[in-house]
């Protein structure tokens, strides 16, 4: 359980981060003079003297006092004598510890909150020539969520349309559990031998996963619509080129681009028009090939490299871990949105050592009363 202070406190209560403090005073009081009382009639019990002979009667009375003549019952009372004041030794305890429990014993936990005001969009071509390569493309995304603090992180898909798999977020979790998902869908499409070899319910997985992105006959990979879909997941984008980015001063944008740029069909826009209207919103897009490296000679993969460095774009032909790491530093300086850091503290119950001294306690307690007992 806890409960938030306010965010401009703390830097105080930093200090005060192993202080425990007793969140219900009034009731370790109210608790203490009761277990104060319990514990004054059980001494007083305890102490009662045993009955002894009354001088005026006849009749004859004795205790066990006078019985311990004999070595072994007196060793055998001087046991038993221990043992009663070891048991109400324990159980005092264990009902202070209790108190102290009862008090709710917490610590101020204080910690800093590190957010960021980027929008990072991973836009993924899923067209039959690049869904081979999807798979690394996604370890690729990985690499580079794992790198990123604080942003906001979205993924869409496209073939002739595109998909959202899940919108702009910072909870990390999430992005990495359905990147991974989706890691571990498109590991059967990567050779023609992984295809043949595609079970009903693989394949079914796969088509799950590409669903709402082939929604237009007989055209695939439209890369300048799948790109400016892409881009009208991150605020301020508009699709006239005569449009501003009002967010722009507020928020920093970019789309990491993987596609082959191979189109078969007729695109509402090109690549070129996507990147126009992406940079006029002042987003910044990168790229990554997806495609054989026998291609990276072939014309379609020297214009996208040229379209996305010409308007300051990093264009990633090898997914190395070299190569992301130049991508997270060219995003972090060219894209770099502000940081902004606060400090939080929380009150929190840590009822955690009180209950295990007073299990402890307890046990031995129940161990020495059962010895009593014998």
Same mark, same amino acid.
């Not at 800093?112 to 993924?124: A, G, Y």
């Not at 702009?168 to 050779?191: F, H, M, N, P, R």
């Not at 590409?210 to 619509?225: A, H, M, P």
């Given at each position: 359980?806890?409960?938030?202070?306010?965010?401009?406190?703390?830097?105080?209560?930093?200090?005060?981060?192993?202080?425990?403090? !007793?969140? !219900?005073?009034?009731?370790?009081?109210?608790?203490?003079?009761?277990?104060?009382?319990?514990?004054?009639?059980?001494?007083?019990?305890?102490?009662?003297?045993?009955?002894?002979?009354?001088?005026?009667?006849?009749?004859? /009375?004795?205790?066990?006092?006078?019985?311990?003549?004999?070595?072994?019952?007196?060793?055998?009372?001087?046991?038993?004598?221990?043992?009663?004041?070891?048991?109400?030794? %324990?159980?005092?305890?264990?009902?202070?510890?209790?108190?102290?429990?009862?008090?709710?014993?917490?610590?101020?936990?204080?910690?800093?909150?590190?957010?960021?005001?980027?929008?990072?969009?991973?836009?993924?071509?899923?067209?039959?020539?690049?869904?081979?390569?999807?798979?690394?493309?996604?370890?690729?995304?990985?690499?580079?969520?794992?790198?990123?603090?604080?942003?906001?992180?979205?993924? /869409?898909?496209?073939?002739?349309?595109?998909?959202?798999?899940?919108?702009?977020?910072?909870?990390?979790?999430?992005?990495?559990?359905?990147? /991974?998902?989706? #890691?571990?869908?498109?590991?059967?499409?990567?050779?023609?031998?992984?295809?043949? #070899?595609?079970?009903?319910?693989?394949?079914?997985?796969?088509?799950?996963?590409?669903?709402?992105?082939?929604?237009? #006959?007989?055209?695939?990979?439209?890369?300048?619509?799948?790109?400016?879909?892409?881009?009208?997941?991150?605020?301020?984008?508009?699709?006239?080129?005569?449009?501003?980015?009002?967010?722009?001063?507020?928020?920093?944008?970019?789309?990491?681009?993987?596609?082959?740029?191979?189109?078969?069909?007729?695109?509402?826009?090109?690549?070129?028009?996507?990147?126009?209207?992406?940079?006029?919103?002042?987003?910044?897009?990168?790229?990554?090939?997806?495609?054989?490296?026998?291609?990276?000679?072939?014309?379609?993969?020297?214009?996208?490299?040229?379209?996305?460095?010409?308007?300051?774009?990093?264009?990633?032909?090898?997914?190395?871990?070299?190569?992301?790491?130049?991508?997270?530093?060219?995003?972090?300086?060219?894209?770099?949105?502000?940081?902004?850091?606060?400090?939080?503290?929380?009150? %929190?119950?840590?009822?955690?050592?009180?209950?295990?001294?007073?299990?402890?306690?307890?046990?031995?307690?129940?161990?020495?009363?059962?010895?009593?007992?014998?």
């Amino acid at each position: 359980m806890g409960i938030e202070f306010d965010r401009s406190l703390g830097a105080v209560n930093t200090s005060m981060n192993a202080l425990l403090i !007793w969140r !219900w005073p009034w009731a370790m009081l109210v608790a203490a003079l009761i277990a104060l009382v319990l514990l004054v009639v059980v001494w007083f019990r305890s102490r009662r003297r045993p009955l002894a002979a009354d001088p005026k009667q006849d009749a004859f /009375s004795w205790n066990i006092s006078a019985d311990l003549h004999n070595e072994e019952v007196s060793r055998q009372y001087r046991l038993w004598t221990t043992l009663k004041r070891i048991a109400f030794a %324990l159980l005092t305890l264990a009902i202070i510890s209790s108190v102290a429990l009862i008090g709710r014993p917490s610590t101020v936990n204080s910690e800093d909150e590190q957010s960021n005001t980027r929008d990072i969009v991973l836009c993924l071509d899923v067209s039959g020539s690049t869904l081979p390569y999807d798979r690394e493309i996604i370890s690729t995304y990985l690499d580079l969520v794992s790198q990123f603090q604080g942003e906001r992180i979205g993924l /869409s898909i496209f073939n002739s349309t595109s998909r959202t798999v899940f919108p702009l977020t910072d909870d990390y979790s999430l992005v990495t559990k359905q990147l /991974s998902s989706a #890691k571990e869908i498109l590991g059967g499409v990567q050779s023609q031998d992984d295809i043949d #070899k595609m079970s009903d319910k693989q394949y079914q997985q796969i088509s799950d996963w590409l669903d709402g992105t082939q929604n237009i #006959k007989d055209q695939t990979s439209l890369i300048g619509d799948g790109l400016v879909s892409c881009a009208a997941m991150l605020p301020g984008f508009g699709y006239s080129s005569s449009t501003q980015n009002s967010n722009s001063t507020q928020r920093s944008a970019s789309i990491v681009l993987a596609t082959d740029n191979v189109v078969s069909g007729t695109p509402q826009y090109t690549l070129q028009q996507a990147l126009d209207l992406a940079k006029n919103a002042q987003i910044s897009v990168d790229g990554i090939f997806a495609g054989p490296d026998a291609s990276l000679n072939d014309s379609t993969t020297k214009a996208m490299k040229n379209q996305i460095e010409s308007d300051g774009g990093v264009f990633l032909s090898e997914r190395s871990g070299a190569s992301i790491d130049e991508l997270v530093r060219e995003i972090d300086t060219r894209r770099g949105g502000k940081s902004q850091q606060a400090s939080q503290s929380s009150l %929190l119950d840590a009822p955690g050592w009180w209950v295990l001294v007073i299990s402890i306690l307890f046990i031995g307690y129940a161990i020495t009363v059962w010895r009593l007992r014998r």
